[in-house]
């Protein structure tokens, strides 16, 4: 009965528990979301000193106040293709 009593205790007190959750993406689907640098086209300034396939970086919070890191390469074109997105959910990662 106590055994029962103490795991029964251990189990509530570890539903509270979360570990913050990230959430990846990545792929040809991504889509931009809002606060995307690409959300609604692409941006009228262009990157003309940066080398083709740099890599760049963009943070922001999301419409729930979700730390969100996205990463875009520069194209041959000079647009910008999103690659990943990252989502970070919880406590843990609310770091300003």
């Known amino acids: 009965m ?3 009593i103490i795991i029964a ?3 509530i007190a570890l539903s509270g528990c979360t570990a913050g ?3 990846y993406g ?3 689907d ?3 979301i809002p606060g995307s640098i690409t ?3 692409q941006p ?3 990157l003309i000193r940066s080398p083709i396939g740099s890599v760049v970086n963009h943070e922001f919070r999301n419409e729930f ?3 969100v890191e996205e990463r875009y390469i520069l194209q041959p074109d000079r647009s910008l293709r999103l690659v990943s997105r990252r989502v970070y959910r919880g406590p843990l990662w609310d770091d300003d």
């Open 2 to 4: 106590k055994n029962a």
């Open 9 to 11: 205790g251990l189990a």
């Open 21 to 23: 959750a990230v959430t």
């Open 26 to 28: 990545a792929g040809p």
């Open 30 to 32: 991504l889509e931009p």
């Open 39 to 41: 959300y609604g086209g």
């Open 44 to 46: 009228r300034s262009r």
């Open 65 to 67: 106040g979700q730390r």
